[in-house]
């Protein structure tokens, strides 16, 4: 006895389910389209590169089925969604670090305490704009 029963895909299935401008993608793009705005409205704008950089993309998985990855490809886009920890920064280019402090005085030092970051969930957020 067969371990699995294989049912003959009827005319148009693929059209519907598996393609990105039948009903299915189409609605898909509709959703990502929603948590992508979500996203942007939300994220950090302190120099507006990571909400620039915010894009859908489709993927296909094996088998045919398609989807969206809601995202960004910014180096600090992880950090900004899930925050840091307090480090010390060095930078290994130059000498000296040049910063203005909370008096305003100009200050030069070879290295700074940071305190860290809170997480700004900016995608995981906006999940639920993808839902009905």
């Not at 993608?25 to 979500?38: F, K, P, Y």
């Not at 909400?51 to 094996?62: I, V």
């Amino acid at each position: 006895m067969p371990d699995r029963i294989q049912v003959p895909v009827q005319p148009g299935y693929n059209q519907v389910f598996k393609s990105r401008v039948g009903p299915v993608g189409r609605e898909i793009d509709r959703r990502g389209s929603r948590v992508l705005q979500g996203a942007r409205g939300q994220v950090g704008v302190r120099t507006d590169q990571l909400r620039r950089n915010l894009h859908k993309e489709w993927f296909t998985r094996p088998g045919g089925d398609v989807g969206m990855r809601v995202g960004s490809s910014v180096g600090h886009a992880l950090l900004h969604h899930e925050g840091t920890r307090p480090h010390i920064i060095r930078d290994r280019r130059v000498k000296m670090l040049r910063y203005i402090n909370k008096r305003g005085e100009v200050v030069f030092a070879r290295q700074v305490w940071h305190p860290g970051t809170r997480p700004n969930r900016y995608l995981e957020d906006n999940l639920h704009l993808a839902g009905g």
